[in-house]
């Protein structure tokens, strides 16, 4: 069964706010998490990986967030804009004797409107 | 530089036919995975691959086989379709740090 979820299937938001994705997981041994963005008709798009062992990292305009006590994962967008419209998937990753499988959650759709 | 491409990108089958989905990539990454989305279902796992010759089943495989003959190729297979296989399907191929993805192949089984 899918053991990574989205808080809010959907997400509106005004350009130049701030924007905050939220998803929870429930497997505790992955080793790491990623956040996808996909674009109408595209393919999804690598914006932000988390280690395991990580709280917080910091990518240009975005930040993941990682709370493991409640097995949480939150991507910040800054000053959104109207091209991060798009589907985002957080992802998680655990690497065992068989490689590595990413197991996705169900997306969030954000709108931003000017 | 091509990075994941994925033919063809639309096909429509009918129920009972069979057909093969090619993912290449030139990015010369050992795991290579398979993917459908679906509304409201985000994409979920068909199979995997962690290198030529060797394949995994992720977590929907069943009415799909894959072959792995040469690194840079991942070959999902239809054996006989049927209308629950109506999907975007997704190739992935990742190095140690990221995925990369192709942009899809839609497919319809009537």
């Given at each position: 069964g899918e053991s990574v979820g989205l808080h809010l299937p959907t997400l509106s938001v005004q350009e130049g706010d701030n924007s905050i994705i939220n998803c929870a997981y429930s497997?505790?041994?992955?080793d790491y998490f990623i956040w996808y963005k996909q674009e109408s008709g595209k393919g999804p798009q690598f914006i932000i990986d988390i280690r395991s062992n990580m709280d917080k990292r910091q990518g240009q305009r975005v930040t993941v967030l990682l709370n493991k006590t409640v097995k949480h994962l939150s991507l910040q967008i800054a000053a959104?804009?109207?091209?991060?419209s798009a589907v985002y998937f957080c992802a998680e990753a655990t690497i065992n004797q068989a490689g590595t499988a990413l197991i996705f959650g169900k997306g969030t759709t954000l709108s931003v409107s000017s | 530089n091509a990075g994941v491409t994925q033919t063809p990108k639309f096909r429509v089958l009918k129920t009972g036919q069979s057909m093969t989905l090619l993912c290449a990539q030139?990015?010369?990454?050992e795991y290579m995975y398979w993917y459908r989305q679906d509304p409201g279902m985000g994409l979920r796992l068909i199979h995997y691959s962690v290198g030529e010759g060797t394949t995994a089943k992720g977590e929907v495989p069943d009415g799909y086989n894959v072959s792995r003959?040469?690194?840079q190729n991942f070959l999902l297979g239809l054996e006989s379709a049927a209308p629950s296989q109506t999907s975007v399907y997704f190739c992935a191929s990742e190095s140690p740090t990221e995925a990369f993805f192709g942009q899809g192949t839609r497919l319809t089984v009537v």
């Open positions: 497997n505790s041994a992955s959104t804009q109207p091209g991060d | 030139d990015m010369n990454h003959l040469k690194k």
